[in-house]
């Protein structure tokens, strides 16, 4: 009977090995797997750094082409903004005195469609 309880108490024993064996399978395994997450996440973010980089690259020279065509518009602007500023003060006494003439030479005629009352 001695036999069959330590033949009992072997398995038991042997069943608890298993599971502590199986229990520290399973905490390496989370360990593994919260390591290869960290990993992942680690060159996905090297990766998305280096696309930005790359990105920011092409934007800046696209747009520094755009910057040179913008202030090049700017400088057009300006100088037809003076072209026409300095027309207007050349032109103004001469159009104020055309202006004036035509109000005060009134000359009152009889429209053509105007009907007398007979």
């Not at 055309?98 to 109000?103: I, Y």
Request: net charge positive; hydrophobic share 25%; no cysteine.
């Amino acid at each position: 009977m001695t036999s069959q309880s330590q033949g009992i108490q072997q398995l038991l024993q042997a069943e608890k090995r298993a599971k502590d064996k199986l229990e520290d399978a399973k905490k390496r395994k989370g360990k593994r797997l919260k390591q290869a997450k960290e990993e992942a996440t680690a060159e996905i973010d090297h990766y998305r750094l280096q696309r930005e980089r790359e990105f920011r690259h092409k934007q800046s020279n696209i747009m520094g082409s755009q910057g040179n065509l913008s202030t090049k518009i700017e400088e057009q602007t300006t100088e037809k903004i003076r072209d026409i500023t300095s027309s207007f003060h050349k032109h103004m006494e001469n159009m104020l005195k055309q202006l004036l003439n035509m109000t005060s030479d009134i000359k009152p005629e009889i429209h053509s469609n105007y009907r007398g009352t007979v």
